[in-house]
């Protein structure tokens, strides 16, 4: 099922770098990891990881051929998912400013969440055309091509967006007072601006 081993070492280094690099999607795990503990951000971990690798399967077995046809609704889609990622940053970065240790009863990011984030995300929508397109080939092996790539996306994710829960996770010990926490929401709320609005300028 996985890819042939010409194509199936760049695809591997492409989802790692896919994965890892800042984007709306890493910068809540960091925030609710920081605030809320590790096992906070497990369930939007694996929301996110499968919806994606879902998002690359749907795309190869044609979705994405949809969205090429009808750039009208890409754009729609595309500022959507800008719209409530704004909304989103605006929303951290005002969060209240109290301890950590008493932040455990504030509403969080759950995994529904995180999967619904993907389907408005423009970094992912392009990741998966990006996958397809480049690595899925053609031919009678297609979608089984496909089925390998979106469960090597899956696999290869996981520890990815793990390391930014970790990192949170570890940033928790400097959160231990009110200003510190404020200046926390604050730089999560600009960095998940700024990952928004870079994916669809860049």
């Given at each position: 099922?996985?890819?042939?081993?010409?194509?199936?070492?760049?695809?591997?280094?492409?989802?790692?770098?896919?994965?890892?690099?800042?984007?709306?999607?890493?910068?809540?795990?960091?925030?609710?990891?920081?605030?809320?503990?590790?096992?906070?951000?497990?369930?939007?971990?694996?929301?996110?990881?499968?919806?994606?690798?879902?998002?690359?399967?749907?795309?190869?077995?044609?979705?994405?051929s949809t969205l090429t046809r009808w750039p009208l609704l890409q754009t729609l889609m595309q500022w959507a998912g800008v719209a409530w990622l704004t909304c989103l940053a605006w929303q951290?970065?005002?969060?209240?400013?109290?301890?950590?240790?008493?932040?455990?009863?504030?509403?969080?990011?759950?995994?529904?969440?995180?999967?619904?984030?993907?389907?408005?995300?423009?970094?992912?929508?392009?990741?998966?055309?990006?996958?397809?397109?480049?690595?899925?080939?053609?031919?009678?092996?297609?979608?089984?091509?496909?089925?390998?790539?979106?469960?090597?996306?899956?696999?290869?994710?996981?520890?990815?967006?793990?390391?930014?829960?970790?990192?949170?996770?570890?940033?928790?010990?400097?959160?231990?007072?009110?200003?510190?926490?404020?200046?926390?929401?604050?730089?999560?709320?600009?960095?998940?601006?700024?990952?928004?609005?870079?994916?669809?300028?860049?």
């Amino acid at each position: 099922m996985l890819p042939s081993f010409p194509t199936l070492l760049p695809f591997l280094l492409f989802a790692f770098v896919a994965s890892i690099t800042p984007g709306p999607t890493n910068i809540l795990v960091l925030s609710n990891s920081a605030r809320f503990g590790l096992t906070a951000a497990v369930p939007i971990i694996l929301g996110a990881c499968a919806s994606a690798a879902l998002l690359v399967l749907l795309v190869g077995m044609g979705a994405g051929s949809t969205l090429t046809r009808w750039p009208l609704l890409q754009t729609l889609m595309q500022w959507a998912g800008v719209a409530w990622l704004t909304c989103l940053a605006w929303q951290i970065s005002h969060a209240p400013a109290e301890a950590i240790a008493t932040h455990k009863t504030e509403k969080r990011f759950g995994l529904l969440g995180a999967a619904g984030l993907q389907w408005i995300n423009p970094k992912t929508w392009m990741m998966a055309l990006a996958v397809v397109s480049v690595f899925a080939g053609v031919g009678e092996d297609r979608f089984v091509h496909v089925m390998g790539l979106s469960l090597a996306f899956f696999l290869i994710s996981l520890p990815c967006l793990g390391a930014w829960a970790v990192l949170g996770a570890s940033s928790s010990r400097w959160l231990r007072s009110r200003r510190a926490m404020q200046r926390f929401n604050r730089c999560m709320g600009l960095l998940l601006l700024g990952s928004t609005w870079l994916s669809v300028l860049a």
